[in-house]
Every structure is written in C-alpha cells, then in structure tokens.
C-alpha cells in the first residue's frame, strides 16, 4: 500500500472524527467588545483563525520574497555592490598573480571598502607596491589594512616585518618583531623570522637564546638547525677568541662560549676546530692539544690532525707518540705524515721529521708540506734538494702556465 494512499485515508478518516464532534456538539463562541459582539460556533472561530494564520503567513513570504527581488534587482543594493566588490577583488588578485603590480593595485584598492574581506585586498597591493618598491605607498596600504580590521593585528604585522627584512630595512624589522613577539610571545612565525633576521644582523648572542625554541617546536628541517647553530656557535667562538685571554680569578669569554655548547655539539668536528683554532690565537696550545687529543680518540678527523700537528702541547714528546699510535691505523694518510712531521721537528728529530715530510709528499704534493721540506732542508744544509724541492713546489703552484718557447743557456745568444 502506498504512502501517498494511507495518507488519504488518514485525512479522510481526521475530517470524519471532526465532523461528528461538530455535528455532536458545535460549541458556542462570544467575543463582545464595547457595543459590538461576534457570537459563532467555536468550530468556525477556529476555521477562522487557522486562515488568518495562513494569510498572514502568506503575506510575510510575499514581503521577504520582494525584498530578495528588489536587492538583486537593484544595482545599488548592499547585495550587489558586494558581489561587484568580489568580482574586482578577483581579477585584481589575478592580475597579483601574473605579476601586473599596477593593474593589481588599482584593482583592490577600487573594490576594497566594498569587499568580504577588506584585509585581503590591503594586504596584497602592499606586497604589489612592494614589488614596484613604492615603499611609502606600501606603509600606507598596511596602515589601512589595520583601519579596516584591527583583530587583524597579527597578520599585518608578520607581513610588514617581512616585507621590511626584503627590502633590507633590518632595524625597522627588528622593532616590529620585537613588538609582535612582546604581544604574541607564542607565535611560532614570528619566532622564526626573529631567528632569520637575527641571522641577518649577525647578532649571534640573542639567536643563541632563541635556539632551544626553535628546536623545540621543528620550526626548522633537521638540517637547517643544525646548520644554524654551528653558524651561530661558530661566531660566537671567534668573536670570544679576539677578546684578550682572561686573567686568573677572571671570566674566560671563550671557554664560557665553549661550556655553553650542547652535549653533542661539542664532538662536532667543525665546532672543536673552531675552539681549538680560537685557542692557539690566544696562545693556549697545552689547552688546544688536550681537547684536540680527545677528539681525535673519537674519531679520525684530517681537519683536526692538521691543527693537532700546529698546537705545542704540554709535552711534546708525548704529543708525538700519540699521533705515531694513529699511523698504524693510517699509514699512507698525508695529514697523519705532514702532522708527525712538524711534531717530530718540534721534537728536533730532524732525520725522522725529513722521513715523515718525504712520505706525506710522496702520497699527495701538497704546498704546504713541500714548503715544510724546504725550510728543512735549506737549515740542514743540504741545498740541491732544497731547490730540486723548491721547483717541484713552483710547478704545484703555477701548474696552470702555457707551453712557451723558452731560451736556451746553452744555445747561441739571443738576437
């Protein structure tokens, strides 16, 4: 049976009930009001009031139906100014995104008192003017971006300091940075583009402070915080080390910078050299070879086998049975040879210093160790070698000359 079927039959079946209640008994109904007095049966004062109920009903649908026609009807409605607004929005986004910085901010800055979001439209023909590097006009479209909507107070500002650090206006971007992060403290945008632009700065001690922050919230690859913080800690090691060595009983600039590093920073290769280069400035070999030494027991490292070849540690001899240790692991390698030897010159074992240059030159004809077998050679007095050195160093660095004629000694004279 269908429902369009048993719904008949349930009309039918209601209009039935109600007229035997009318026929049963109609009621009586009387409404008096001053000298006038309607009397009706109470069936017909309720048929009355359900169709004025339904006129009524009527009349507010035809009135709201109207007022919808005559908005869309009407150019000047609130309705369709907004829809013109949102149509010149878009083609100045458009013209945005296809570079035409003129056209796009001519476009939304016409459609902006009129448009959804007014913001949006600010805030793109600031970018725009940027472009053009109309800055003045760029700081005016912002400022009315903030007019238009001050809730929005977040996102003009992350964009003002953006476009600020761009155009190379670094201290202005500090200042609005600083402000930002003054109100929104939690903000993690902001808190990478303080990092860039303390990066910028070079203002290594504050991005230091910001480091664990950044690291916290992965607000950087992997990569780049590590690339980072060897930046920042790499400046700070050698704007420490130009600071004269502190006296006793007093703060030590460097080794504060060096205590302050990670755990795992301080095994980085890079970081130790930087350290150890830093204290062999201030002349602080013995402290040098001590972390030199440890690091080098970690793990086999040429970068700082040749700075462990450079520093005079406390004992030297000692210093040179330590990198003899690591030749019988790396025989062949030419810093190992080039490190034992200037440690085996600084011994004055003169015979075993020639032996470790000669190896390290025969397994890579590097300058600085034919320089070292020169000096070497030129004090022990044995000067053909020297100059057959010397030459050999001279071709190292000038391997890049032309094949010329040369004149011949023993030729006739030259015209």
């Not at 039935?16 to 009706?40: C, F, H, K, Q």
């Not at 060595?245 to 290769?269: F, N, S, T, Y």
């Not at 027991?297 to 406390?314: A, D, P, S, T, W």
Request: glycine fraction near 6%; charged fraction near 25%.
């Amino acid at each position: 049976m269908s429902k369009s079927y048993l719904a008949v039959l349930a009309v039918l079946l209601v209009a039935a009930l109600l007229g035997m209640a009318v026929a049963e008994d109609p009621g009586y109904l009387l409404i008096a009001w001053r000298n006038m007095s309607i009397e009706t049966s109470i069936w017909v004062g309720v048929a009355f009031l359900l169709a004025l109920w339904l006129v009524l009903s009527l009349l507010r649908a035809l009135v709201r139906v109207l007022n919808v026609s005559g908005r869309r009807i009407n150019p000047w409605s609130r309705h369709n100014r907004q829809r013109r607004a949102n149509q010149v929005t878009t083609r100045g986004l458009l013209e945005f995104a296809e570079g035409h910085w003129n056209d796009s901010i001519r476009l939304l800055k016409r459609s902006a008192p009129h448009a959804e979001q007014p913001l949006i439209n600010y805030l793109a023909a600031a970018r725009a003017a940027h472009e053009l590097e109309d800055y003045a006009q760029c700081d005016g479209l912002l400022r009315e971006a903030y007019e238009t909507t001050p809730q929005a107070d977040v996102a003009i500002a992350v964009t003002q300091a953006q476009l600020q650090i761009a155009r190379g206006q670094l201290e202005q971007a500090l200042a609005t940075l600083t402000r930002l992060r003054k109100d929104h403290p939690k903000h993690l945008f902001a808190l990478k583009l303080m990092g860039q632009l303390y990066a910028r700065l070079e203002d290594w001690q504050r991005l230091e402070q910001l480091l664990p922050e950044l690291r916290r919230h992965n607000l950087l690859k992997p990569g780049d915080q590590e690339s980072l913080e060897h930046q920042v800690y790499v400046a700070l090691l050698g704007e420490a080390g130009q600071r004269r060595h502190a006296e006793p009983g007093k703060d030590d600039p460097l080794g504060a910078v060096w205590e302050r590093l990670p755990k795992h920073l301080k095994q980085d290769p890079a970081l130790v050299e930087a350290y150890c280069v830093q204290l062999r400035k201030q002349g602080r070999g013995e402290e040098a070879e001590a972390v030199l030494r440890a690091a080098l027991r970690q793990g086999f490292n040429e970068r700082l086998l040749q700075l462990y070849g450079l520093v005079e540690g406390k004992d030297t001899a000692r210093q040179l049975a330590t990198a003899e240790h690591w030749l019988g692991e790396h025989p062949h390698n030419a810093t190992l040879l080039l490190a034992l030897g200037r440690l085996a010159l600084r011994n004055q074992l003169w015979g075993k210093a020639r032996e470790y240059l000669d190896a390290s030159f025969a397994s890579k004809r590097d300058i600085q160790t034919c320089a070292e077998l020169v000096r070497l050679l030129e004090h022990l007095g044995d000067q053909q070698a020297s100059q057959q050195m010397l030459r050999q160093g001279f071709d190292l660095m000038v391997h890049d000359l032309p094949e010329l004629p040369m004149p011949d000694l023993n030729g006739p004279a030259p015209h």
